[in-house]
């Protein structure tokens, strides 16, 4: 009840500034504080995503852990990684997620563990002036790192089903 009357109170208070002021003037404040705001959001977004990303290339490197997505690309298989252990790296600077590719004919299903040597790098920037921004796009994806299988993958535990 406090709650609505807040609400109604504001509502009337800027009803009356609107009198107040004139059209024009409370027009143009409305569009900017509907800017900012969307500002204030869309800063929030940046924020509420942030994860590591991967400094520099790894090569012939252990990375293990848990798959959550595989897709079947014909010839090859991509794989999402989370819950990530790279050999070399800290746990602060792992990487949130990891997107691995594979050439190698393996069944790999969701929630299993693997272990695998691979060669991962950070995600490529765009390759010419307004062309696709993969760092982008893998940074509101939260993956952190990209790369590529380089040992057949080795299956640590069975698997098991994980909530989504």
Known sequence: MGSEMCIRDRFLGATYKYKQIGDSRFIFLFFVALILLGMVVGALRTHSVDAPVLEKELRFTNVEGLIEKVEDRGTSKRILL???????????????????????????????????????????EPVMPRGFDFQRYFYFKQIGATGFTLSLIHISEPTRRTPI
């Open 82 to 124: 989370r819950d990530v252990n790279v050999e070399g790296l800290q746990n602060s600077d792992t990487p949130k997620f990891i997107q691995l590719t594979m050439r190698q004919k393996q069944d790999l299903n969701r929630g299993q563990m693997i272990s695998v040597l691979a060669s991962i790098r950070p995600p490529s």
